[in-house]
């Protein structure tokens, strides 16, 4: 059974560009969430999507954005990458929207560097 | 001042040992208690979920939840260098679906 999927899984981008970020979620699973990670920190939450809305947003700027389509699948797009974007940005899933007791399964990242 | 304060160590223990690891928190609205292990280039994997104050162990790991003292822990025992891993903490409010991490403790077991 294949877990969290996230595609691609290194990035290299320029200052000022827009990079979109893949995520497929564990079979049986419905809801996602995006969290960055920067070196030698822990996660920091962006965004959760259900039924294909974003339910909850974490403080990041509007420069991130996300979508979920019908099959649960989910994107996040950046736009106007700053070097301070760089980072691994890590997608979760989960069975159940509205419950924690499942726990997320995280994917392995996607990791973008910013020049 | 973060929301939760974890020593990223690194720690360094001889295999056979007791891991011990902890944070701290200020958000008083925190219910749900996570400890979660990430190994190099991966995502991380949950290793423990605790509700609430108490303990809860599962095989060679123990947590523990002091919420009067807004302090969790996790206990590695009997420590092999496979558990050589970064050890993030997590937590959530009741009916707020965010987790949110401590910066992580480096552990590495030397065989």
């Known amino acids: 059974d294949a877990g969290v999927t996230q595609s691609p899984t290194h990035l290299i981008k320029t200052r000022g560009q827009q990079v979109t970020l893949r995520c497929s979620p564990k079979?049986?699973?419905?809801?996602v969430s995006w969290y960055q990670q920067a070196l030698g920190q822990g996660p920091q939450f962006i965004f959760q999507?259900?039924?294909?809305?974003?339910?909850q947003r974490g403080n990041f700027p509007d420069r991130f954005s996300g979508h979920q389509f019908p099959n649960y699948s989910s994107e996040l797009n950046v736009n106007a990458l700053l070097l301070g974007d760089s980072a691994l940005y890590l997608c979760?899933?989960?069975?159940?929207?509205?419950?924690?007791?499942?726990?997320?399964?995280f994917g392995s990242g996607t990791r973008l560097t910013v020049v | 001042q973060k929301e939760v304060e974890q020593d990223p160590g690194p720690l360094s223990v001889p295999e056979g040992a007791i891991v011990s690891l902890n944070c701290t928190y200020s958000?008083?609205?925190?219910?749900?208690f996570m400890w979660y292990r990430q190994y190099s280039r991966k995502g991380p994997e949950l290793l423990m979920y605790?509700?609430?104050?108490g303990n809860k162990e599962d095989g060679r790991f123990t947590a523990q939840v002091d919420k009067s003292s807004k302090y969790i822990s996790l206990f590695i025992r009997d420590s092999q260098p496979s558990d050589s891993a970064t050890y993030l903490c997590?937590?959530?409010?009741?009916?707020?679906?965010?987790?949110?991490f401590g910066a992580g403790t480096t552990v590495t077991v030397r065989a």
């Open positions: 979760a899933s989960s069975p159940q929207w509205g419950t924690i007791d499942y726990g997320y399964t």
């Open positions: 079979s049986g699973h419905d809801t």
């Open positions: 999507y259900y039924e294909e809305e974003e339910r």
């Open positions: 958000n008083s609205a925190f219910q749900y």
């Open positions: 605790t509700y609430s104050s």
């Open positions: 997590a937590m959530s409010a009741f009916n707020d679906y965010k987790l949110s």
